[in-house]
């Protein structure tokens, strides 16, 4: 599976973005996916995750309530609504992919998109 990810830029505090994660390979379907970012000088964190079909999703406290992640497996892609935006959600955006159940901890994936950068401004 190759990913890659788009959609990031520059937003107020508030604003909205919708990344998305387009997938190549036939087994996308199959696979639980899952957002993680990162902020200059910190770890890789997760985001939220989602199975393959859908049906179950995940979403870190930090942002429970304001993203939404969903998936469109005909369209092999998937995406992540961000809401509210904070300064503190700066970071560059990642989707991964596994071929398993959705994980929350990043070296569950196997499969990396090249990262979008996201800067929320005050």
């Given at each position: ?33 899952g957002w993680f970012r990162q902020a200059p000088g910190k770890e890789r ?78």
């Open positions: 599976v190759q990913l890659q990810a788009s959609g990031g830029g520059l937003v107020q505090a508030g604003g909205s973005l919708r990344l998305s994660c387009a997938a190549s390979g036939r087994t996308f379907s199959r696979n639980a996916m964190e997760f985001v939220a995750a989602i199975s393959w079909n859908g049906d179950n999703t995940f979403y870190a406290d930090s942002v429970k309530g304001r993203f939404i992640i969903s998936r469109d497996n005909a369209k092999n892609t998937m995406y992540l609504q961000m809401n509210s935006l904070q300064p503190e959600d700066t970071a560059v955006y990642y989707c991964a992919a596994r071929y398993s159940a959705l994980a929350t901890i990043t070296f569950a994936y196997g499969y990396w998109g090249q990262g979008t950068l996201v800067t929320v401004s005050s």
